[in-house]
């Protein structure tokens, strides 16, 4: 008996990693962790930000896994231009921003079953109906502009971007292209900050 639970329990598991779910449990948890962080220790993530190449990685690690938490970090990027390296900035800003961003894209994979069967459900009682072609059409579309449209959205000043994040995961965007779509576009804006706070506080 116990061993046919046990049997049980690692099927069950085993299914939840296949399906993402474990990876979406984790996310959220982790997301919620994040947002606590920056809700109560809103000093604590300003002395890192100040501590350097490693401090932006940080502090921007956690501001952006805070999903659906708008946190300025622009200005951190923008002001340490003027005492440190613009390249490096962008690359450890960027790369720690993206990381956290990730969060929010394993949410959506975690989700995607869920949004699947809600999306068939409402398709049966007539609403939002697609007929097939749309969908291959849709479908197409996502394929051949999904990292495109990462990479400018994530460039863009945009506190709508863990929307982005839920979305690709959903629609089952591979993690590769989504993290480094993110990475180029966040390291390139605050790259870019770098140089303007160099240029203008210098």
Known sequence: ?????????????????????????????????AIWLVLTQKNLLLK?????????????????????LPVPTLAASFLSGNVLNPILIGLFAGTGSAMGDFVAYLLGFGARKIVVGVWQKEQKQGRFKIDAGQKKNLKFWFKQNAFLTVFILAFLPNPFFDGVGLLAGVFNMKPRDFLLATTLGRVLRNTILAFSGQKILS
């Open 1 to 33: 008996m116990t061993r046919q639970k046990s049997s049980k329990t690692s099927k069950m598991v085993e299914k939840w990693k296949q399906d993402g779910i474990l990876s979406g449990i984790a996310a959220l948890t982790f997301s919620l962790l």
């Open 48 to 68: 890192y930000s100040t501590l350097g190449y490693f401090g932006l990685l940080v502090s921007n690690f956690l501001t952006s896994a805070a999903v659906f």
